[in-house]
Each structure stands twice: as C-alpha cells, then as structure tokens.
C-alpha cells in the first residue's frame, strides 16, 4: 500500500521560510517523477514544482526564484524548500507522483503565511 505522508508546515510572517518534506513508502521510491501540489482555499489543486527520477526540476512561474525541490531516493523523500513567502502562498501542500496518481494523495501539510 503506497503512502506519502507531508510534513513541515505552519504558520510563517512574510518574507520567511519553510521547507516541507514527503516520505513515499510502499513501492520504489526512484521509479516515479514526484511534484509538490498545492490547494489554497476556495481554489483548485495546482502544480508548484516538480522533479524528475533523474533530479532535473521545474517550478511554476508564481514560486520561481523562490521554491526549490529536491530529493533524496535513498530517504524516499521529496523536499520543498520554500523562501521568501508571500500571504499568496497559503495553502494546503500535498506531494504526489508527477502526473499524480488519485489515489496517492496523503493529508497534506499546511502552510499559512501572515504578519
């Protein structure tokens, strides 16, 4: 059974920093793409960065210069390094595979950013 499970969120001021993490355990980590999704309230889930098995990345425009993605196959985890938050950036932030996988999505980890 495949299970991600996030974790790092919270509540951040303006101008900080985060970085959030995904362990992926139930099958082989290094065969899969993986992203970073997230679903602010009211709107629909999108794609915030994602990273290929080989470690080539690609972030979407809104976070570019300001997120980083990465990972470590020998953890099965995949980071999101996240700089320079904005109150735009609040959202729920849940990893999958890239595309993702319905019925991989895990709880999601929380990220609130206010002064």
């Known amino acids: 059974q495949v299970q991600l499970v996030e974790s790092g969120g919270g509540l951040v001021q303006p101008g900080g920093s985060l970085r959030l993490s995904c362990t992926f355990s139930?099958?082989?980590?290094?065969?899969?793409?993986m992203a970073w999704y997230r679903q602010a309230p009211g709107k629909e889930r999108e794609l915030v960065a994602s990273i290929l098995r080989a470690g080539g990345t690609n972030v979407a425009n809104s976070v570019k210069g300001r997120f980083t993605i990465s990972r470590d196959n020998a953890k099965n985890t995949v980071y999101l390094q996240l700089n320079s938050l904005k109150p735009e950036d609040t959202a729920a932030y849940y990893c999958?595979?890239?595309?993702?996988?319905?019925?991989?999505w895990g709880q999601g980890t929380q990220v609130t950013v206010s002064s």
């Open positions: 139930g099958t082989i980590f290094g065969a899969y793409a």
């Open positions: 999958n595979t890239y595309p993702y996988i319905s019925t991989y």
